[in-house]
């Protein structure tokens, strides 16, 4: 049974940092691409940040330079570190997996697997 699971959301303060994590089980990790997307109270779905099996990374242009993906393939996991947060970065967060030529990516439809999200939230 394919599972992905986030943990590490909470609430923190404007320019603080969180680290979320999200363990797969249920099929082979290391081979698919993996993304974090997040969506705010009435707005849609956004890609964050994507990573390539191989670790080749891409980054919306709102998280460039605060926030970092990591994958650790021999432990399913995967990691968004996110620093200088903002009360925009405000949202339900979702790590997702896929496999395809296209990774990494930040478009929904190229993923596959979703985990059930993680709330971050962000107080000015």
């Known amino acids: 049974q394919v599972q992905l699971v986030e943990s590490g959301g909470g609430s923190v303060e404007a320019g603080g940092s969180l680290r979320l994590s999200c363990a797969a089980a249920g099929f082979w990790y290391s081979w698919y691409g993996k993304g974090w997307f997040r969506q705010a109270p009435g707005k849609e779905r956004e890609g964050v940040a994507g990573i390539h099996s191989g670790g080749t990374t891409t980054y919306a242009d709102s998280v460039k330079g605060r926030f970092t993906i990591s994958q650790d393939n021999a432990k399913n996991t995967l990691y968004l570190e996110m620093n200088s947060l903002k009360p925009e970065d405000t949202g339900m967060y979702y790590c997702?997996?896929?496999?395809?030529?296209?990774?990494?990516?930040?478009?929904?439809?190229?993923?596959?697997?979703w985990g059930q999200g993680t709330q971050v939230t962000v107080s000015s």
């Open positions: 997702a997996a896929g496999t395809g030529s296209w990774f990494p990516s930040l478009r929904a439809n190229a993923y596959n697997y």
